[in-house]
């Protein structure tokens, strides 16, 4: 995996004080006994990014740019690589860890618990703005087929749920003092009309599969678009596939719900490498498949909150585009926050832990986000609690 610099502003907000941090009901992060958490490590983390991202525009996505392939770079886009990829697993494949939603004991050390995250020393997104991509699915298409990622990230980018990233902001076991309002938010979103070719076609596979010089194609014109390299922000794309499309990254870890035997994840982050006139850039983006797949949609029989007659394409898209934008945010290069023993990211830890949540005041189903600090999975219900707040934090959407 290719390293590399994080560019930005790398000055870090300010950190709390010894004081353990409170909740809104003046309870501290965790009963120590004698002392604070201590962090396995003080290293300051490697922060791209530091200010207030623009405002959220256009929040339903009902006003997406078209971006044509024709007018794509060709050069740049035969220099970029997949430099590294992270999946979120099928429901049947992931193999929950242990439920650490009903706590563990808290030791005189940040790192007490096996499923606790240690920071490696790559780069965090301190600030960022999401872009949708559509491939294949105008505004029409998504409003009859239930995709509407648009309104969660606006929702998400509004809501105090994002100060459980507080804690992976600075140093392993201090949380930030810094507000974080207004630094995850919502960018234009792109539509782009995709005609899969021969090279698409693949022996025993029914679905197109996409190759990344696809995906490479789809960000540059978004870049392009969205003027994604010359605004000074980090940008996370997110590319939604139509149905009846795959993708591997091996030849037996695919999603490709018309061959079982090879789909083993619902979605992935990854970044890639572009050479610019400036030099090379890492481009981060999630990449999300059809999640209206029964292998991707929340186990149970409960009806979910965006649920329309038996489709529940809206909340197991929203609760994975969750999973992969967090990761993202933690780890957009697969070498900072990281649990080397369990081979898994903030999101993976509580994978398909999902809870009926309300952010920004409306209804969503969406699994959990582990907190180091915590020592477990926060659901965003939980945001209040005295896990993840910090002294002085608004009450926030709820």
Not at 80 to 98: D, F, I, K, L, Y
Not at 211 to 225: E, K, M, P, S
């Amino acid at each position: 995996m290719a390293a590399c610099s994080g560019g930005g502003n790398s000055a870090l907000p300010t950190a709390s004080t010894n004081a353990p941090p409170t909740g809104n009901n003046g309870a501290t992060i965790a009963s120590v006994g004698s002392s604070i958490l201590q962090p396995a490590s003080t290293s300051h983390v490697q922060l791209v990014g530091n200010a207030s991202a623009p405002a959220t525009v256009d929040e339903t996505d009902a006003a997406t740019i078209a971006a044509s392939l024709a007018s794509v770079n060709q050069s740049q886009v035969a220099g970029m690589q997949e430099e590294a990829a992270h999946t979120r697993p099928t429901n049947s494949a992931a193999g929950p860890v242990t439920p650490s939603a009903h706590g563990r004991r808290a030791q005189d050390v940040a790192m007490n618990s096996p499923l606790d995250l240690l920071y490696i020393g790559g780069p965090v997104l301190g600030s960022a703005v999401s872009n949708n991509i559509y491939i294949n699915c105008t505004a029409s298409c998504r409003a009859s087929s239930g995709l509407q990622p648009g309104q969660f990230l606006s929702d998400l980018g509004k809501d105090e749920y994002t100060e459980l990233l507080y804690q992976y902001l600075a140093s392993p076991g201090v949380a930030i003092s810094t507000p974080l309002t207004g630094r995850y938010t919502k960018g234009p979103g792109v539509d782009i009309a995709w005609t899969p070719g021969p090279a698409n076609a693949q022996p025993g596979y029914t679905n197109p599969l996409v190759r990344f010089g696809d995906i490479a194609n789809w960000l540059v014109a978004t870049i392009g678009a969205v003027n994604g390299l010359n605004d000074g922000q980090n940008h996370v794309y997110n590319i939604f596939l139509p149905p009846n499309t795959d993708r591997c990254l091996s030849a037996s870890r695919c999603y490709s719900p018309d061959q079982p035997a090879t789909n083993t994840f619902c979605a992935y982050h990854s970044y890639a490498l572009l050479t610019t006139n400036t030099g090379v850039v890492p481009i981060y983006y999630t990449l999300i498949p059809d999640q209206g797949t029964p292998s991707c949609t929340p186990p149970g029989n409960l009806p979910l909150p965006n649920q329309v007659g038996s489709n529940q394409r809206t909340d197991a898209t929203d609760s994975t585009l969750s999973h992969e934008l967090f990761e993202t945010i933690t780890d957009p290069q697969l070498d900072a926050w990281y649990n080397l023993n369990l081979n898994s990211e903030i999101g993976d830890l509580c994978a398909y832990y999902d809870n009926f949540v309300t952010i920004n005041h409306h209804k969503y189903m969406i699994q959990s986000e582990y907190s180091d600090i915590g020592h477990m999975c926060i659901s965003a219900n939980l945001t209040n609690e005295n896990l993840v707040t910090i002294p002085g934090s608004s009450s926030g959407g709820h």
